[in-house]
């Protein structure tokens, strides 16, 4: 199985326009009403974490049970189920680095998606509405007022997005697999081709990281201002 997606192409271009849209539906639905607002806030979350369930088994029904590959141990996985539990707790340990390494990790798989099946197929749905889901379930927790990061939440999300990449890279130095792309860059065009060779374009992507939570952080350090 091959993928026919064309980066930047109108699907492409329509999905990315979409997120965001999303987002400002949910806020225009639940604005001025707290009770609206939390039913979608738990309906958002629900939805993901049934979406993911399903994708679980499709991939396990289709491809069998697979170690050390096919684990949920990819960044938009822990942001994924970071989120999911954002959404039905408004915890704050989970919201935080949800936000940050949610927002940063899911824009850019969803800028540039490493798909391997056609363009109308399950995967490539599940792909971009799990992806585009972080982001649009975020933007609506933030918009609708019902979750904000605190003054320090930026380094608490460098904290976990370090844990996790430790973890991670322990985990595929024993088992030599890829996960979060630590080892080798994917097979598909992204910003790592921009970064230079293993390991700088890790450091490099530590580097973008922090600038891009650094723009994450700003719209409420002024805000709190």
Request: proline letters at 7%; aromatic letters at 18%; hydrophobic letters at 55%.
């Amino acid at each position: 199985m091959h993928t026919d997606f064309v980066l930047f192409g109108p699907v492409h271009l329509a999905i990315i326009a979409a997120i965001p849209l999303a987002a400002t539906a949910f806020w225009w639905i639940s604005r001025g009403d707290p009770d609206r607002a939390r039913h979608l806030r738990l309906a958002f979350g629900w939805f993901l974490l049934v979406n993911e369930l399903v994708w679980y088994t499709f991939k396990i029904a289709t491809e069998g049970v697979r170690f050390p590959e096919g684990l949920p141990f990819q960044l938009c996985d822990l942001s994924l189920w970071l989120t999911v539990f954002a959404l039905l707790t408004l915890r704050r340990w989970t919201f935080e680095p949800a936000w940050f390494v949610g927002i940063a990790g899911a824009a850019m798989a969803v800028l540039t998606p490493e798909l391997w099946a056609p363009t109308f197929s399950y995967p490539t749905a599940y792909f971009f509405t799990a992806h585009g889901g972080i982001i649009a379930a975020l933007l609506f927790l933030v918009w609708s007022g019902q979750a904000r990061p605190g003054p320090r939440a930026m380094w608490r999300g460098l904290l976990v997005l370090n844990a996790w990449g430790a973890f991670v890279g322990t985990f595929n130095l024993v088992f030599h697999t890829n996960y979060m792309f630590l080892c080798r860059k994917p097979s598909a065009a992204s910003l790592l081709d921009y970064l230079g060779p293993w390991p700088v374009y890790v450091l490099a992507g530590e580097c973008f990281a922090i600038l891009l939570f650094v723009l994450l952080a700003l719209p409420f350090r002024r805000r709190a201002a």
